[in-house]
T-cell receptor, first 115, second 112 residues
Framework: TQLLEQSPQFLSIQEGENLTVYCNSSSVFSSLQWYRQEPGEGPVLLVTVVTGGEVKKLKRLTFQFGDARKDSSLHITAAQPGDTGLYLC???????????????FGQGTILTVHP | DAEITQSPRHKITETGRQVTLACHQT?????MFWYRQDLGHGLRLIHYSYGVQDTNKGEVSDGYSVSRSNTEDLPLTLESAASSQTSVYFC???????????FGQGTRLTVV
């Protein structure tokens, strides 16, 4: 069983459309990260959300952390071809409240935005 | 600029051979990690290190080993390569346990 369930796994849309990617779990997390990965490259951090209900915006990307800190969403407004890539959510492994820096990732969402 | 580099970027090896993948970072980060990425599984942690002479097993450590003789490098060794180890391998480093992880560009390993 995956700790983090991402959906959808694949998303193919036209330029200008809006989309939402979900990251769900039955566990509670102190923080959650979203990464974007382009072909042939490593993941790059987009944002870290730490407070239940928190909303962060990065240009056309809006990230939300669930009130119970069990889930998160990434919403892209007016998608562009440059948004194409693999989007990954990740959480740090905790023991006794201390983050050990080890990341557990969701399976990822492959987004393709067509011109 | 500080960076994290992996080598080689691509490698093909035969079943049973020993293979070492290099990871070098110039940020002077104490924390370094190795992940493998496979379709449908995201990235899974293989081994990690919190400093020189420290190494720890991750989620999928069987068949892999690491050593940390200095701050900058964490080489990953496949003792006897198996076809199941065909994957893309990513090295990452972070300054503290609660900060951003920086990833290398990956090594695509094919075991035939």
């Amino acid at each position: 069983t995956q700790l983090l369930e991402q959906s959808p796994q694949f998303l193919s849309i036209q330029e200008g459309e809006n989309l939402t990617v979900y990251c769900n779990s039955s566990s509670v997390f102190s923080s959650l990260q979203w990464y974007r990965q382009e072909p042939g490259e490593g993941p790059v951090l987009l944002v870290t959300v730490v407070t239940g209900g928190e909303v962060k915006k990065l240009k056309r990307l809006t990230f939300q952390f669930g009130d119970a800190r069990k889930d998160s969403s990434l919403h892209i407004t007016a998608a562009q071809p440059g948004d194409t890539g693999l989007y990954l959510c990740a959480v740090s492994t905790l023991q006794g409240g201390t983050s050990y820096g080890k990341l557990t990732f969701g399976q990822g969402t492959i987004l393709t935005v067509h011109p | 600029d500080a960076e994290i580099t992996q080598s080689p970027r691509h490698k093909i090896t035969e079943t049973g051979r020993q293979v070492t993948l290099a990871c070098h970072q110039t940020w002077n980060h104490n924390n370094m990690f190795w992940y493998r990425q496979d379709l449908g599984h995201g990235l899974r942690l293989i081994h990690y290190s919190y400093g020189v002479q420290d190494t720890n097993k991750g989620e999928v450590s069987d068949g892999y080993s690491v050593s940390r003789s200095n701050t900058e490098d964490l080489p990953l060794t496949l003792e006897s390569a198996a076809s199941s180890q065909t994957s893309v391998y990513f090295c990452a480093s972070s300054e503290t346990l609660n900060t951003e992880a920086f990833f290398g560009q990956g090594t695509r390993l094919t075991v035939v």
